[in-house]
T-cell receptor
């Protein structure tokens, strides 16, 4: 079946502009995660959605970052007033709960470059 | 907080076995995962192990867990050039909702 999809695949923006990144999870997965992958920092957890529960925002680096998940499916990560240090690959994952483990499946990512 | 460490590089010859190592600090880690990332691609879930297991084998992949030493390894038998990629170790903690803490990844290079 279809995997996790993300759009756009690449985004170049000027410092100070807002950007929106989109994630379409695997159908039927109730959990959705955003991570950021940058050189030297590895993969960092940003935010997590599970069903209708309040999201876990503990990984968001600043209040310029926010995310929504509409109808329990598609999610949008918004970065306001982008800075050069926001340049990274933003990865989305969705998961099913199987035998006690959250099997997370990742999308291809959106490469964000802030100039 | 939890810290996950991996060596950054590993180079092997085609046909040899590769062993990628990972250490973690939080003993409440429940599930431990291995992901593979090929250039320009997202992360592919390879395998995972529950913390009450010592070993898991899946075709050419063998995962070993030493809970006492907080050491996890991934062995790839008969390594092929197509195995060249970055391999990430990741752990989830008891009480978390599955958000993973990743190591920085080990770049595996397979020489013909």
């Amino acid at each position: 079946g279809a995997g996790v999809s993300q759009s756009p695949s690449n985004k170049v923006t000027e410092k100070g502009k807002d950007v929106e990144l989109r994630c379409d999870p695997i159908s039927g997965h109730t959990a959705l995660y955003w991570y950021r992958q940058s050189l030297g920092q590895g993969l960092e957890f940003l935010i997590y959605f599970q069903g209708n529960s309040a999201p876990d925002k503990s990984g968001l680096p600043s209040d310029r970052f926010s995310a929504e998940r509409t109808g329990g499916s598609v999610s949008t990560l918004t970065i306001q007033r982008t800075q050069q240090e926001d340049s990274a690959v933003y990865l989305c994952a969705s998961s099913s709960f199987y035998r006690g483990a959250y099997e997370q499946y990742f999308g291809p990512g959106t490469r964000l470059t802030v100039t | 907080g939890e810290d996950v460490e991996q060596s950054l590089f590993l180079s092997v010859r085609e046909g040899d076995s590769s062993v990628i190592n990972c250490t973690y600090t939080d003993s409440s880690s429940t599930y431990l995962y291995w992901y593979k990332q090929e250039p320009g691609a997202g992360l592919q879930l390879l395998t995972y192990i529950f913390s009450n297991m010592d070993m898991k084998q899946d075709q050419r992949l063998t995962v070993l867990l030493n809970k006492k030493d907080k050491h996890l390894s991934l062995r790839i038998a008969d390594t092929q050039t197509g195995d060249s990629a970055i391999y990430f170790c990741a752990v989830s903690l008891r009480g978390s909702q599955g958000n993973l803490i990743f190591g920085k990844g080990t770049k595996l290079s397979v020489k013909p």
